[in-house]
Every structure is written in structure tokens, then in C-alpha cells.
T-cell receptor, first 113, second 112 residues
Framework: AQSVTQPDIHITVSEGASLELRCNYS??????LFWYVQSPGQGLQLLLK??????LVQGIKGFEAEFKRSQSSFNLRKPSVHWSDAAEYFC???????????FGQGTRLTINP | DGGITQSPKYLFRKEGQNVTLSCEQN?????MYWYRQDPGQGLRLIYY???????QKGDIAEGYSVSREKKESFPLTVTSAQKNPTAFYLC???????????FGQGTRLTVV
């Protein structure tokens, strides 16, 4: 079965610093991959998605992610974080043979002023 | 504006009572989903439906029921059989297999 691992439960960075959130997946073929963001008490918003082609994907709010097949990773990056980026971030991959997404456990991002 | 509407945003229920959470979408999506979110446990799939009048159990379906009589609507009933129903519930939809899911704003259910 597919699985998604986000190794970091909680990350704290200073405002203006760079950010990288890790995501590793297990999948039988080249997967579709997604990153979502969730502010407290809200639903999930899609940040970006990878289907095929260029392995560096640009998303909303200045985020990008790079698909690395050799490492089974799809890490999320941002060059300079803002206080408004404080939220929880989820990586997801579709389950093969089923129309549903498998989510990682999430990484909570805290921004220090 | 197209989107997914969940109601109510907050819901309180007495133990032993059934309660129904509403989810409506006007995105013309075929697939709809219900997730439960607890602190530190990410999202867990309760039920999903790929088409009207059809739905499948997810990973934690016990104590829950759903219906899909209309494409736009996918209500979730939390029954008295659900042992620990206090949680944040998220509804989502997607246009087809392997595409991104769009989420509602969630319903926070508290059993008192």
C-alpha cells in the first residue's frame, strides 16, 4: 500500500529564513504528489501538485517543491518565510487502484519573529 | 464562486445522540470524501463516494454512515456507536481519480 512519511512533526524557523519540509513516499510507479496547507481551524488548501514533466514545481504563496525519484522524495521549500506561513503542512499521494489520497502525518510550522 | 460548503462550523452533541454533518459542493465533482482529523494523527478517511448512489468505507468507518443521493451532497451521520466522536471533520471532493482534492472549511464536533 502507498504511504507518505513526513519525518518532522514540528519545525520552527525565524521569519525571513529559508524553509524545507520533507516528504517521502512509497509508490509502485511515478506518483502524482501534492502539498496542502492548513491554518488552525480551517480546511486544507492546495499549495502545489506534481503530475509529470519538470521535477521542480511552483506553487502558490511562493512555495516550490522538487520531485526526486531516486530518493522517493517531494520536499517543499520556500526561500524566505513570512509570519503568515505558520500552519500545518501535509504531503499526499493517491492510493493506487483507488480514488483517494493518502496523507502524511503533517508538519506543524512555527515562525519566530 | 464554486466550492465546498460544510455546515455547521461547530456542533455539540450529547452522548447517545446521532448527528448529521452537511457537505455540499457546486464544483460538479464526481468524487466526495469525509476525513476525520485529531491532533497529532493527520487525516483519516471515513467514507468516500466516486459516484451517486455508491460509496465505500475508508479506514475508520465504524460508527459512521453516509448517503449520496445527489451529486452535490454527501452528508455524514455520526451515530451513537462511534465511541469517540469529538474531532474535526473535513469534507472534500475531486473531479476524478488521482487529481487533487478540494476541501471544505470543516466542522468541529464536540460531544458533551
Amino acid at each position: 500500500a502507498q504511504s507518505v512519511t513526513q519525518p518532522d512533526i514540528h519545525i520552527t524557523v525565524s521569519e525571513g529564513a529559508s524553509l524545507e519540509l520533507r516528504c517521502n513516499y512509497s509508490y509502485g510507479a511515478t506518483p502524482y504528489l501534492f502539498w496542502y496547507v492548513q491554518s488552525p481551524g480551517q480546511g486544507l488548501q492546495l499549495l502545489l501538485k506534481y503530475f509529470s514533466g519538470d521535477t521542480l514545481v511552483q506553487g502558490i504563496k511562493g512555495f516550490e517543491a522538487e520531485f526526486k525519484r531516486s530518493q522517493s522524495s517531494f520536499n517543499l521549500r520556500k526561500p524566505s518565510v513570512h509570519w503568515s506561513d505558520a500552519a500545518e503542512y501535509f504531503c499526499a499521494v493517491p492510493e493506487q487502484g483507488a480514488q483517494k489520497l493518502v496523507f502524511g502525518q503533517g508538519t506543524r510550522l512555527t515562525i519566530n519573529p | 464562486d464554486g466550492g465546498i460548503t460544510q455546515s455547521p462550523k461547530y456542533l455539540f452533541r450529547k452522548e447517545g445522540q446521532n448527528v448529521t454533518l452537511s457537505c455540499e459542493q457546486n464544483l460538479n465533482h464526481d468524487a466526495m470524501y469525509w476525513y476525520r482529523q485529531d491532533p497529532g494523527q493527520g487525516l483519516r478517511l471515513i467514507y468516500y463516494s466516486q459516484i451517486v448512489n455508491d460509496f465505500q468505507k475508508g479506514d475508520i468507518a465504524e460508527g459512521y454512515s453516509v448517503s449520496r443521493e445527489k451529486k452535490e451532497s454527501f452528508p455524514l451521520t455520526v451515530t451513537s456507536a462511534q465511541k469517540n466522536p469529538t474531532a474535526f471533520y473535513l469534507c472534500a471532493s475531486s473531479i476524478q481519480r488521482n487529481t487533487e482534492a478540494f476541501f471544505g472549511q470543516g466542522t468541529r464536533l464536540t460531544v458533551v
